[in-house]
């Protein structure tokens, strides 16, 4: 059994594991990427392969940013008529229902099966079932191949768009939460209420505020791979939708904070210190 997953990222990788360790040969492509990134591939028992050997496996994962999709999905399409192969080609990146057609565009109908794919929850770790993989427009059920070895896959009735949507939504609601948290507490650390606002949260809204602590540091290292994905929610929602305007702001401070981050880390000290501290 061979499945290609695109993408060594910490989710990538740890599924690519998983399946490795549940009997799967798992290739990828590594061609450009980064020391650490493929280290990180090789560790977690990928194949580096040429990407003519990705597009003959019998089932591609593409696991990547989401400003990458359709990049990525391209450039599959593009290897498999170039050899002349038919496969299916699951996207499991956080993208709009919008974006997922457009990525099956590519593939047109001379390329195989496209799937819409979702992922909810965090890398898989040993001991632990792992994120759910949703998936739509599967009606051969091409995904069933992942739940027998060892993916928890969870089949939407739908068409392609509809896996997408689910995530966009989910995403929205979760990710959405942590930035407006992140916003509110800046705000009140500039304006010097910090100290009361953190013990109020953990007096009347206890079970937020322990989300916003752990989610919080948790956002940092992820933040620039979420500005994409707030954009993609902000176009999922469309531009007669008021609350799309939110989701393009949560963009940018998902932006700030990646920025923070790349310069020292001034705010996320800020929001440490409030969190240890106060």
């Known amino acids: ?13 740890a599924i690519a594991r998983r399946l490795v360790e549940n009997g799967v040969r798992v290739v990828t492509c590594l061609e450009g990427r980064s020391p650490a990134t493929v280290e990180r591939a090789r560790a977690s028992g990928m194949e580096p392969v040429g990407l003519d050997a ?7 994962l593409s696991i990547v940013p989401p400003a990458q999709a359709v990049v990525v999905a391209g450039q599959v399409a593009a290897g498999m008529r170039r050899e002349g192969v038919r496969t299916t080609f699951m996207d499991c990146n956080a993208i709009s229902p919008q974006t997922m057609a457009e990525v099956a565009a590519i593939f047109g109908s ?7 794919g979702s992922i909810i929850g965090g890398p898989p770790k040993s001991g632990q079932k ?3 993989l949703y ?21 939407i009735d739908g068409a392609i768009g509809a896996a997408s949507a689910l995530k966009m ?8 939460v942590t930035g407006l948290g992140t916003a509110m507490l800046l705000a009140a650390i500039r304006s010097g209420s910090d100290a009361a606002l953190k013990r109020e949260l953990q007096e009347s809204l206890p079970d937020l505020y322990a989300k916003l602590a752990h ?7 992820k933040a620039y791979r979420w500005v994409a994905e707030m954009e993609e929610i902000s176009d999922f929602l469309g531009e007669d939708d008021p609350a799309a305007l939110i989701f393009r702001g949560m963009a940018g401070l998902y932006r700030k904070m990646a920025e923070d981050r790349e310069g020292g880390g001034v705010l996320a000290a800020q929001l440490d210190r409030l969190n240890n501290d106060v």
């Open 215 to 221: 989610g919080i540091p948790d956002m940092y290292p």
């Open 1 to 13: 059994m061979e499945i290609a997953v695109i993408g060594a990222g910490a989710m990538g990788s």
């Open 110 to 116: 001379d390329c195989g099966a496209v799937l819409d």
């Open 169 to 176: 939504c989910y995403a929205g609601i979760n990710k959405g």
């Open 54 to 60: 990705v597009v003959a496996s019998r089932l591609i």
């Open 135 to 155: 998936v739509s427009g599967d009606a051969a059920n091409d995904s069933g191949v992942l739940a027998h070895h060892g993916l928890q896959v969870r089949r």
């Open 130 to 132: 792992g994120p759910k």
